[in-house]
């Protein structure tokens, strides 16, 4: 059973940056897609940003590109969201999620494992 855990989140002021990890247990984690999703009170989860397994490619939503940059360490079954220039409307609880391919999918139902979610809170 893979389990993801996030961390990293917190309360930053517009402009601000933070760097949200997630961390996988289980087997052959550099061959999956990873994603991040996020999800505001009262809207639908949304895609932020996935990273190919097997070094495929990186895709981010168009209200993210530019300021947030998706990374994974395999040796350490580590992905990472790095934001930057953080703006009030980017609060949410942010997800990691474990593809069920290599590929990246901006599908939730494309995700087959999902973290328990972290809180980011962005004040203006």
């Known amino acids: 059973q893979v389990q993801l855990v996030e961390s990293g989140g917190g309360l930053v002021q517009a402009g601000g940056s933070l760097r949200l990890s997630c961390a996988a247990s289980?087997?052959?984690?550099?061959?999956?897609?990873m994603g991040w999703f996020r999800q505001a009170p009262g809207k639908e989860r949304e895609f932020v940003a996935g990273?190919?397994?097997?070094?495929?490619?990186?895709y981010y939503a168009d209200s993210v590109k530019g300021r947030f940059t998706i990374f994974r360490d395999n040796t350490k079954n580590t992905v990472y969201l790095q934001m930057n220039s953080l703006k009030p409307e980017d609060t949410a609880v942010y997800y990691c999620?474990?593809?069920?391919?290599?590929?990246?999918?901006?599908?939730?139902?494309?995700?087959?494992?999902w973290g328990q979610g972290t809180q980011v809170t962005v004040s203006s």
């Open positions: 990273h190919g397994g097997n070094g495929a490619r990186i």
């Open positions: 289980g087997r052959s984690f550099s061959a999956y897609a």
């Open positions: 999620a474990r593809g069920r391919t290599s590929v990246v999918a901006v599908d939730p139902a494309d995700f087959g494992f």
